[in-house]
């Protein structure tokens, strides 16, 4: 992962990522990772956008601790024909996907308009 390096060379002016779904507090879920990349863009100040149709946004979750995390099979990682296995008496951890907290979200980009965090509810009224 060469984010913070890259980042760091001054290189980098703005970040955009998708989602998969958008809580009503501006808690985002979206591939695993994507919360590191925020954090990183909020330490090089950075601004931090989410380009996702208007559909993502859920008005039945309130934040993000309410949208289910998916797990992936330890298989991915233990499987003995793949190049990263590993010790498969281990424990394994495989989350699909993070959640990245309003508070790292710059703006929304969606089909029906830009929208800031703080904005959402105003949205779904």
């Known amino acids: 992962d060469m984010v913070a390096s890259l980042m760091s060379t001054g290189k980098v002016n ?4 998708g989602a998969d779904r958008i ?6 879920a979206n591939k695993i ?3 590191n990349i925020a954090l990183m863009a909020r330490h090089f100040n950075i601004p931090f956008y989410v380009a996702a149709p208007y559909s993502t946004f859920d008005p039945d979750t309130e ?3 309410r949208i289910p995390i998916e797990f992936r099979s330890s298989d991915e990682i233990t499987d003995k024909k793949s190049y ?3 010790n498969c008496e281990i424990e394994i951890y495989n989350p699909a ?4 907290p309003s508070e790292f979200v710059t703006l ?3 089909d029906k308009g830009n929208i800031a965090p ?3 509810k105003g949205n779904f009224g």
């Open 97 to 100: 996907f993070d959640i990245t």
């Open 108 to 110: 929304f980009i969606t």
């Open 23 to 28: 809580a009503m507090n501006g808690d985002t």
């Open 118 to 120: 703080e904005e959402i």
């Open 84 to 86: 990263a296995a590993v």
């Open 63 to 65: 934040t993000g601790e």
């Open 14 to 17: 703005k970040v955009i990522v």
């Open 33 to 35: 990772g994507t919360f």
